[in-house]
Every structure is written in C-alpha cells, then in structure tokens.
C-alpha cells in the first residue's frame, strides 16, 4: 500500500485536473456485460460502496484468504479517491472477477486485477484489461501501467499479449514476502489519430 501510495502523491502533486468530477462517474462501460463462450453472460460494472464486500470476497478467493487491499483500503478508494475506480464482474449475484484503477494526469495505473480461480482461462482478465485501455484511451491518456510479480509468467504473457512492454524491475515490491515485481507499460495511442475501439 505504501508504494500505492506514493506514486499517487506523485502525480496529484503534478496534476493538473482535467475535472473535478470522480473518474468513476465520468467512465462508462463499452458494454454492462461480458459473454462467456458458452453464450452465458456475465454483469459487468462500476463498482460503488455497495460491491467492497464482493471485492473482498474475490481477494479471499485468490489470496489464500488474504485480502491485500483491506475493507478500509477499499471502501476508501471507492468513497474518497476521486482518481480511482473499479469494475467488478458478477455471475447472477456472485463475484467472480475485479479490476482497479487510479486514472491521475497522463498515466491510468492497474492497482489490482483478480479472478476467482473457477472463472480463470474464460477472458474475464482480458476483457477487463481491455476495458482500461479503452477508458484510458477515451480520457487522452498517454499510457497504462502496473506491477506483477516477477515469478508470475502467465498474468506476464497475458499483459504482454495485450501490448505491454517491460520496464524496470521494482525490488523488494511486495509487502508479504518481499518478491521483486516488474513494472509493465502499455503506450496508448492518441485517440485523434486512432481509435481501436468502436463507440
């Protein structure tokens, strides 16, 4: 959290605030809903105060019943921090998949990214993933980042499928057990001279 922390201190002190309105409530979904290849479908959504409980839930699910970012950690980027936002995936009422985000200045930062194990290898993180890199887009900015352990080639390869390149490697990164993590950029085009994506 302290390395969260700082690089949010960072930017905000060189913002310049493109609105004061939370990112959560100027970004919209492509689409409420995320199509499985079985023609089952998925809610998609923008989380608010009501979906900390399935965020943590989902933690527990794929953190060994850890949850590295806390009730607290989370209701209050949820409530407080105008720059942060979260999608969150349900299948009827349950929870099976999130992302975070911190959107500040020119970089849109990946705080977080899960799926519970039952979900893995249908898309989910993908499309989620995707759904960043086209809000960023849509916002001008100029790239997305985030941290990955340095021993998780799979979450890796996907990143790299998706267009990220590797940066610096961060050490001593994770708080729990100290593993190094590698930083990963994904540059965005400007969207006046490409948009991939179809309104």
Known sequence: MKNFKEWISERVAKSTTKSFLPISTRVKL????????????????????????????IERLCYNGLTPWNRTAVLHEIRYNKNAFYIVIYDD???????????????????????????????IATY???????????????????????????????????????????????ARDHEDALEMVRPLADPTEESIYEE
Do not use: C, M
């Not at 199509?35 to 959504?45: I, W």
């Not at 099976?96 to 039952?118: D, M």
């Not at 985030?146 to 490697?169: H, I, K, M, P, W």
């Open 30 to 57: 492509h689409q409420p809903f995320y199509g499985l290849s079985d023609e089952h479908f998925l809610k998609a959504k923008i989380a608010d105060e009501g979906d900390v409980d399935g965020i943590l839930q």
């Open 93 to 123: 009422d349950k929870p099976v998949a999130f992302v975070g985000a911190w959107f500040v200045t020119q970089e849109a930062h990946i705080t977080n990214i899960a799926t519970i194990p039952a979900y893995e290898k249908k898309g």
């Open 128 to 174: 989620l993933l995707k759904e960043i890199i086209r809000l960023a887009q849509e916002e001008g900015i100029e790239k997305v980042t985030l941290e990955v352990r340095v021993s998780n080639d799979t979450a890796q390869s996907l990143y790299r499928t998706l267009g990220f390149e590797e940066g610096r490697v961060k050490k001593g990164y994770y």
